[in-house]
Every structure is written in C-alpha cells, then in structure tokens.
C-alpha cells in the first residue's frame, strides 16, 4: 500500500541554524508533494508544494526539494527561529480522488 | 478570505447525546473534507465532499453522518458516540480536485471533541 514516512519524530536545533526534515514514500510515484505546518491545537497550514518535475521549491526561508530517484523530498528552513517551532506534516494526493496521505509529522523544537 | 470557520472550538458530549460540528468556507472551494486527529498523529481522512456529493467515505463508523448542505458549509452530526471518538476533528477545503491534480487544503482550527 502506498506509504509516506517522516523518519524524525522529534528534531532539535539552535536558532540561527538550518533545520532539514525528511520525508520518504514507498510504493507508489506521488505527482508532488506538500508540507504543512501544525501549531498544537490548531489546523495544519498550507506551506509548500512541489512536483515530481520539480527538483527544488523556495518561499521566504523555506526550501522543499524532491528526489524521484531516492524518493524522498526534504524540507528546509534557514535561519531558523523559536517561532518556527511546530509539527511539520508532508502529504500526498492520491490520484485525483481529493484523499491526502499525510506522514506522522516531526516536531521541530528550535531554541534560542 | 482564506479562512475555514469551525463551531463550536470545544464539545463535550454523553454517549447518549446528539450533537452537530459545523464547518463554514467563502473561498469557493467545491472539495471539502473532514478528518479527525488524535494527538501526536497525524490527520486521518473521514470523509470528502465533492461539489456538494459525498465522493469517500473512509469506513467511517455509522454514529458519524456527514451532510453538505451547499458549497459553503459542512456539518458532520454524531450520535452515541463512543470514549475513544474523542479527538480534534478538523474541516478543510480546496479547490476543486477533479480537474487539477493537485491542491492544497485550507484547514479550519478544529473541534476538541471530549465524550465521556
């Protein structure tokens, strides 16, 4: 069955530094892929999307890559700051059904 | 406006009772969604609505009834529900999914739903 993994739980960095999550999928070729952003308590927000003809994605401080080869898409933040802390969910589309396959999400805790 | 409204923020309901989650969007979405949360998981799929039809139903148990009354608004009705429904159930939206073959959903903020 297709399958959408975040590898980190939990990912602690300094502020000021690059954080990088992973996400990894398994069994199936996904169009492209999205990563949100989830605060506790709160909805997750539309980040980034990035499709499988697509090597690289930039928004502000956010960075979103996708490797068809490795299957894998990585997600950057520059310049990170203890606001950006939060649980950062990637997801994918299965077919033109509207059903989004999120992975368990990695919880980046950045400090000061 | 991007934004996805959800009544009311916090429930708490008997096994007994019925109750109502209302979800809003003005964005002109026609996909809408629902999903439920348990904590430190990740959003689990329930249902999706499709220009006012209901295009996937996840298994969802029966003791949850979802209605689109129009393009803007999204109920799901629940009745004898059990301890472990208790989660944070969250509406999203997008645009339409038939024609593009990707979207991003706006997620409203949740209710916190605690049956006891």
């Known amino acids: 069955s297709q399958k959408i993994e975040q590898n980190s739980e939990a990912l602690n960095i300094q502020e000021g530094k690059t954080a990088t999550l992973t996400c990894n999928y398994t069994n199936y070729s996904p169009a492209y892929l999205q990563w949100y952003r989830q605060d506790p308590g709160r909805g997750p927000v539309f980040l980034l999307l990035?499709?499988?003809?697509?090597k690289e994605k930039r928004k502000e401080r956010l960075k979103v890559t996708f490797d068809t080869t490795l299957k894998q898409s990585l997600f950057h933040i520059t310049a990170s700051q203890p606001a950006d802390s939060a649980t950062y969910l990637c997801a994918s589309g299965s077919g033109n059904t509207g059903k989004l396959i999120f992975g368990q999400g990695t919880t980046l805790q950045v400090k000061p | 406006d991007t934004e996805v409204t959800q009544t009311p923020k916090h429930l708490v309901m008997g096994m007994t009772n019925k109750k109502s989650l209302k979800c809003e969007q003005h964005m002109g979405h026609r996909a809408m969604y629902w999903y439920k949360q348990k904590a430190k998981k990740p959003p689990e799929l329930m249902f999706v609505?499709?220009?006012?039809?209901?295009?996937i139903n996840e298994s969802v148990p029966s003791r949850f009834s979802p209605e689109c009354p129009n393009s803007s608004l999204l109920n799901l009705h629940l009745h004898a529900l059990q301890p472990e429904d208790s989660a944070l159930y969250l509406c999203?939206?997008?645009?339409?999914?038939?024609?593009?073959?990707?979207?991003?959903?706006?997620f409203g903020p949740g209710t916190r739903l605690t049956v006891t």
């Open positions: 999203a939206s997008s645009q339409d999914f038939v024609r593009s073959n990707s979207y991003e959903q706006y």
């Open positions: 990035i499709r499988e003809n697509e």
């Open positions: 609505y499709s220009y006012e039809k209901l295009s």
